[in-house]
C-alpha cells in the first residue's frame, strides 16, 4: 500500500513536469490601454470640439494601426515585441464614459527585467503591408481590418482614419454648408517609428498597466499652428499628389503618442 | 402476452416521450440512420486574388456533403410555410443572389420594407449581416427568413418535422453531420448546411477582376472610359489638378469585395434630425443615435445586375445613383461630409463612373452547376 502511495507520488510529480522541460522563466502580463484625448481632454466624435483657427470642428471616426509595437529592454534585458500588429478604433467613443474607457489588449509570458520605454510603428509594416490577403491569419486585425482600410488603387492599407465636419463659415454649427475632411494616409512612405522613453520594471507573475495615449489635437496641431482645414489641398488624403500632407499628419504621431 | 404487449406499450411510450421533448408530448421515435455511411468529404477552398482569407468556424467545417445538402435546402420551397417560396425566389442565381425588386413578395406576395442583397462573397464578410448588420454569423443569418411573416411565414417546428420526413433529407443530413436518427434533424444542422453553400458562392471573374487582380495583360480589357470611370471610383487623381473624385473606394473597396463592409449614411434620406429616420437601420440595433440612418455599405460586383438600388430600392438605375452622389445628397450630423461629395463631376465624368460599375459584372458563375438549382 505504501509502495502504491509512492508510486502514485511519483506518477504524480512526473505529471505535473510533463508541460515544463525547463524551469520556469519568470514573465509578467503587460496590458496595453490605449485612449483617445483631444487636447489632453477625452476625446468624444460627433462632440462639438475647439480648433486653434477659433472655429469648431467634429470629428466621427478615428482608428489607426500599430506595428510591431515593441518594449525596449534596459541593460541586460533584451527587446520584447508585444505585437506585430493592432487596430485601434475610437468608434465607440460616443461619450464621456466610453471615450475615458481605453481599448485594452493583453499581452501575457512577457520576460521580466528593466525596460527603458517603447517603440510603435504607427501604420502597417512593409512586409504585411503587401502580404497577399488571401493568406491572412481570419483573427488577424489585417484580415478584420481589410475592408474597412485596404485601398486598392495603392496596394497599400490605410494606416489611419480619421474624418470628419470643419465648421468653415464660422456659425458654430455644422451643416452642408462646412466642410467635410478625410484623412487616410497609407502607403509604405508615412510608416512612421514613434519611440518614448521611460523605465518601468516588469516583476514575475506582475501585471502591469501599460497606459498609451493618442491625443487627436497633437495629430492636427504643432507649436500652435493647425492643419488649414479651409484649405482644398488639406482636406483630403486620397491620391498620391497628397502625399506631402499624408507625410505631415503622419509625422505628427510623435508628438501625438503620450506614454 | 398481452401483458407483455401493454409493458412494451409503456416502455416505447416511455421512451419516446423522453426523447427530444421537455413539455412531455409524445414525438414519434423517428427513424435509425446508422444504416447509411457517414464519411464526409473536407472541401477546400480556392481564394481567387483580390479577396481575402475566409473564416469557417470550427464547428461548421466545408464538406462536400454539406455544401450540397445546403445548395438543395437553399433552392427548396419545402422551407415555406405553402412551399412557394426558396431562399433562391429573393436571391436569383442570374441576380447575383439578388433579385430586382425594391421589396422581393414572400409568401402570399407580403412584403417587408427592404430590398434583398446579393449573397456573391458574402462568406467573406466578417461585420454582420443583413443591412443594419444585426446578425454576427451565416449560420444564425440563415434561420430569420424561415420564420419572417415577410419572407418564408413559416415555423422551425414544422420545417423540421417536413425534413425529418423526407427520405432524401434524412440522408443528407446523416451523410453531411453523422446524426444517428431523424429526429437529430434540427434547425441548426440545416442553418449549418446553408452556410456551407453560401460560402462557396465566390465570384471573382470581372472585367475588372481581371485586369486589377489578375493582371490579365489585355490592354483592351476595359475602354478609356472605363479607365477613367475607374479613376473617379478610386480617387486616382495622379496629380492632375481638377480631376474629377467620386471618393466611391472609401465605402465600396476592400479589394475584390467591392465593398468596404462599413455602416455609413449615405445621405439618401431627408431628416430633420437624427431621431427622423423611418428605417433607422444600424441605429436600431446598437441604439446609437449616431448610428441611425447607417446601412452596410454593399458590394457593387455585378451591381449592373441588380437595380432598384439601395435598401429601399429608391433609385432604378445606376444614372440616378451617380447622380445622388453627385449632388451631395441630404445632409445629418453623421454624413461623413467629404466623401459623399463628390467633386468636379462633368457628364462626361458620369458616364465614366456608370461604365466603370458595368466592368464588375462576373455572369462567368452562371454555368457553375455547383451553384444551380439542383432540381431543375
Given at each position: 500500500m505504501r509502495k502504491f502511495a509512492f508510486l502514485l507520488f511519483l506518477a504524480v510529480f512526473a505529471f505535473s513536469c510533463k508541460d515544463d522541460e525547463s524551469p520556469k522563466t519568470p514573465t509578467a502580463t503587460v496590458n496595453l490601454h490605449f485612449s483617445a484625448t483631444y487636447d489632453g481632454a477625452p476625446f468624444v466624435l460627433f462632440q462639438t470640439l475647439d480648433y486653434p483657427s477659433g472655429n469648431a470642428i467634429r470629428f466621427q471616426n478615428f482608428n489607426f494601426f500599430a506595428s510591431k509595437i515593441t518594449l525596449l529592454g534596459e541593460g541586460s534585458t533584451t527587446d520584447h515585441l508585444l505585437s506585430a500588429v493592432e487596430f485601434f478604433d475610437?468608434?465607440?467613443?460616443?461619450?464621456l464614459a466610453a471615450a475615458q474607457t481605453p481599448l485594452v489588449r493583453n499581452y501575457e509570458n512577457v520576460p521580466v527585467g528593466t525596460y527603458k520605454g517603447i517603440k510603435i510603428d504607427f501604420g502597417v509594416s512593409e512586409e504585411s503591408n503587401n502580404a497577399?490577403?488571401?493568406?491572412?491569419?481570419?483573427?488577424s486585425p489585417l484580415r478584420q481590418a481589410f475592408a474597412s482600410h485596404y485601398w486598392s488603387d495603392w496596394d497599400s492599407y490605410i494606416f489611419m482614419k480619421s474624418e470628419g465636419i470643419y465648421d468653415k463659415n464660422g456659425d458654430g454649427t455644422f451643416d452642408q454648408n462646412d466642410q467635410g475632411f478625410e484623412h487616410h494616409p497609407g502607403m509604405d512612405a508615412v510608416l512612421t517609428s514613434v519611440t518614448k522613453l521611460k523605465s518601468f520594471n516588469l516583476e514575475d507573475g506582475q501585471t502591469f498597466d501599460l497606459d498609451l495615449v493618442a491625443d487627436v489635437f497633437n495629430i492636427y496641431v504643432e507649436n500652435g499652428v493647425e492643419l488649414d482645414l479651409s484649405d482644398p489641398d488639406n482636406q483630403d488624403t486620397q491620391s498620391l499628389s497628397d502625399l506631402p500632407l499624408a507625410e505631415r499628419l503622419m509625422g505628427h504621431w510623435e508628438q501625438a503618442l503620450q506614454f | 402476452m398481452k401483458k407483455l404487449v401493454i409493458l412494451a406499450i409503456i416502455a416505447t411510450l416511455g421512451v419516446m416521450s423522453c426523447k427530444d421533448d421537455d413539455n412531455g408530448t409524445p414525438t414519434p421515435s423517428g427513424e435509425d440512420l446508422t444504416g447509411i455511411p457517414y464519411d464526409p468529404t473536407p472541401h477546400e477552398l480556392t481564394i481567387p486574388p483580390g479577396l481575402p482569407s475566409m473564416e469557417i468556424p470550427a464547428d461548421n467545417p466545408l464538406t462536400v456533403q454539406g455544401i450540397e445538402l445546403g445548395r438543395r435546402l437553399f433552392y427548396?420551397?419545402?422551407?415555406s410555410k405553402d412551399s412557394?417560396?426558396?431562399?433562391?425566389?429573393?436571391?436569383l442565381l442570374t441576380r447575383s443572389f439578388n433579385d430586382n425588386t425594391a421589396f422581393p413578395p414572400g409568401v402570399g406576395g407580403l412584403v417587408g420594407n427592404r430590398s434583398s442583397m446579393s449573397l456573391l462573397n458574402v462568406g467573406f464578410q466578417t461585420k454582420g449581416f443583413f443591412w443594419d448588420g444585426r446578425s454576427q454569423t451565416l449560420e444564425d443569418q440563415a434561420l430569420h427568413p424561415i420564420e419572417n411573416p415577410v419572407e418564408m411565414a413559416e415555423i422551425w417546428d414544422n420545417v423540421e418535422l417536413k425534413l425529418r420526413r423526407h427520405a432524401d433529407y434524412k440522408q443528407r443530413f446523416r451523410e453531411a453531420f453523422g446524426i444517428e436518427n431523424s429526429n437529430e434533424i434540427t434547425k441548426e444542422l440545416a442553418a449549418k448546411a446553408l452556410a456551407q453553400f453560401e460560402r462557396t458562392l465566390i465570384s471573382a471573374n470581372s472585367r475588372y477582376d481581371k485586369k486589377k487582380f489578375q493582371q490579365d495583360p489585355d490592354p483592351f480589357l476595359l475602354t478609356d472610359l472605363e479607365v477613367d470611370g475607374q479613376k473617379i471610383f478610386y480617387d486616382d487623381?495622379?496629380?492632375?489638378?481638377?480631376a474629377a473624385t467620386g471618393h466611391c473606394a472609401h465605402c465600396h473597396d476592400g479589394g475584390a469585395l467591392y465593398s468596404s463592409e462599413v455602416y455609413r449614411n449615405n445621405a439618401i434620406t431627408q431628416v430633420a434630425s437624427l431621431s427622423d429616420f423611418p428605417d433607422k437601420g444600424l441605429g436600431a440595433i446598437t441604439g446609437n443615435l449616431t448610428d441611425n440612418g447607417m446601412f452596410k455599405s454593399p458590394t457593387l460586383r455585378n451591381i449592373a445586375l441588380t437595380a432598384p438600388y439601395m435598401h429601399n430600392g429608391m433609385f432604378q438605375t445606376l444614372e440616378e445613383v451617380v447622380d445622388h452622389y453627385v449632388s451631395g445628397g441630404h445632409y445629418a450630423d453623421n454624413v461623413v461630409l467629404l466623401s459623399i461629395s463628390p467633386q468636379n463631376f462633368t457628364e462626361y465624368d458620369k458616364q465614366a463612373l456608370v461604365a466603370f460599375l458595368h466592368t464588375l459584372t462576373d455572369t462567368s458563375y452562371y454555368d457553375n452547376p455547383a451553384f444551380a438549382n439542383p432540381f431543375e
Open positions: 475610437f468608434k465607440d467613443n460616443l461619450d497577399a490577403s488571401g493568406n491572412l491569419p481570419t483573427d | 427548396d420551397p419545402i422551407l412557394t417560396i426558396s431562399c433562391s425566389s429573393c436571391h487623381l495622379l496629380g492632375e489638378p481638377g
